[in-house]
């Protein structure tokens, strides 16, 4: 009977040596990978933040609005207050106005489809851009 409580013990202790062995290679390559992680987080550029156009009609856009439109004026200048009041007038179901490209464009934000409006009337004194679902 002493013999078997010997390779019994044996048995038990090459276990748990075992077990004891792996926990520390599970360890080793825990703490290997984490150095790594980080390097590879930091390779992938972030993006620009967008400025300009790109950032005001992003800011348009989060006012999820089914319609989005982009008013310059023809000759390419500065929309002034008269432009302005002329868009106001004949688009007053638009919710957003944001001036953009340093004054020469509008960007308008609404829910009612503007083509079932003015837009024909605004087309003749505007260049108008839909970007609408883009």
């Known amino acids: 009977m002493p013999h078997k ?36 987080a930091q390779s992938s550029p972030a ?5 300009g156009f790109e950032a005001d009609l992003e800011f348009v ?7 989005i439109w982009v008013f310059s004026r023809k000759d390419g200048k500065t929309i002034d207050k008269n432009d302005a009041a002329y868009l106001r007038t004949n688009a007053p179901q ?11 464009k509008v960007i308008a934000g609404t829910n009612f489809n503007l083509e079932e409006g003015n ?4 087309k ?11």
């Open 119 to 122: 837009l024909g009337l605004l």
């Open 5 to 40: 409580l010997t390779t019994a013990g044996f048995v038990i202790l090459a276990m748990l040596v075992a077990a004891l062995s792996f926990n520390s290679c599970s360890r080793g390559t825990t703490n290997s990978a984490s150095p790594s992680e980080p390097a590879a």
């Open 47 to 51: 993006p620009s933040p967008k400025s």
């Open 94 to 104: 638009v919710v957003d106005w944001v001036t953009t490209e340093e004054g020469r």
């Open 61 to 67: 856009r989060k006012g999820q609005y089914n319609y």
């Open 124 to 134: 003749k004194r505007f260049n108008v851009e839909d970007y609408s679902g883009k």
